[in-house]
């Protein structure tokens, strides 16, 4: 059975940076996409990246582009989100997930297994 373990959140002032990581267990990593998304309270629940099975592609929203990387270690079976000069905006629940499918997708409901998230808050 999949399971998706986030760690990293925490609380930082604007324009500071975290990691995020996220650990699969129950399947190999390698084989799923893998994406992060975020939900702030009474919000939907937004793409924030995600990054090919191989590592070699990656998808971002508008929002982070530049200041977010997603990357992963498929060795040590292990896909991050490096978050870099936050702004309040970026409060939220972050989660990882995972799709069977092969391509990135921006689509939550694309998505197959979700992790329990971890808190991100950014003050000002």
């Known amino acids: 059975q999949v399971q998706l373990a986030e760690s990293g959140g925490g609380l930082v002032q604007a324009g500071g940076s975290l990691r995020l990581s996220c650990a699969p267990s129950?399947?190999?990593?390698?084989?799923?996409?893998m994406g992060w998304f975020r939900q702030a309270p009474g919000q939907e629940r937004l793409f924030v990246g995600a990054?090919?099975?191989?590592?070699?592609?990656?998808l971002y929203s508008d929002s982070v582009k530049g200041r977010f990387t997603i990357s992963r270690d498929n060795a040590k079976n292990t896909v991050y989100l490096q978050m870099n000069s936050l702004k309040p905006e970026d409060t939220a629940v972050y989660y990882c997930?995972?799709?069977?499918?092969?391509?990135?997708?921006?689509?939550?409901?694309?998505?197959?297994?979700w992790g329990q998230g971890t808190q991100v808050t950014v003050s000002s």
């Open positions: 997930a995972f799709r069977y499918g092969s391509s990135n997708s921006d689509s939550a409901r694309a998505y197959d297994y």
């Open positions: 129950g399947h190999t990593f390698s084989s799923y996409v």
């Open positions: 990054i090919s099975r191989s590592g070699g592609r990656t």
